[in-house]
C-alpha cells in the first residue's frame, strides 16, 4: 500500500504563484511515475503533469510554461509550482502514484484526498 499526503492548496488571485507538495509513505519501490491531476465542478478529472522515476516529465498543453513538475526521491515527495495562475486552473488538484508490478505488469493507481487550489479573477 502507499499513502499519499497533499499539501499547499489555497486561494490565490490571478497571476500569482502556489506551490504543491505531496510525500509518499508506505511500499514505494514499486513506484514509477508520480503526477498530479485535477477535477473542476463539472468536469472530468484530468492529468495536469507526471515524472516517472528517471524524472523524465509530462505536462497537459494547458499548462505548459507555466507548471513546473519536481521530484525528491529521496524524501518520497513530488511537488508541483504553480505560476502564472489563471481562474480556470482553479480545481480540487490530487496527487497519483502508479506502481507496476508482477511479471504480467500490473498497474496500480494511488491516489491522494486532494488539495482546493481557487484562483480569483
Known amino acids: 500500500q502507499v499513502q499519499l499526503v497533499e499539501s499547499g492548496g489555497g486561494l490565490v488571485q490571478a497571476g500569482g504563484s502556489l506551490r504543491l507538495s505531496c510525500a509518499a509513505s508506505g511500499i514505494l519501490f514499486s513506484i514509477n511515475t508520480m503526477g498530479w491531476y485535477r477535477q473542476a465542478p463539472g468536469k472530468q478529472r484530468e492529468l495536469v503533469a507526471s515524472?516517472?522515476?528517471?524524472?523524465?516529465?509530462n505536462y497537459a498543453d494547458s499548462v505548459k510554461g507555466r507548471f513546473t513538475i519536481a521530484r525528491d526521491n529521496a524524501k518520497n515527495t513530488v511537488y508541483l509550482q504553480m505560476n502564472s495562475l489563471k481562474p480556470e486552473d482553479t480545481a480540487v488538484y490530487y496527487c497519483?502514484?502508479?506502481?507496476?508490478?508482477?511479471?504480467?505488469?500490473?498497474?496500480?493507481?494511488?491516489w491522494g484526498q486532494g488539495t482546493q487550489v481557487t484562483v480569483s479573477s
Open positions: 515524472i516517472n522515476r528517471s524524472g523524465s516529465t
Open positions: 497519483n502514484a502508479v506502481a507496476v508490478v508482477g511479471s504480467y505488469g500490473t498497474r496500480y493507481d494511488y
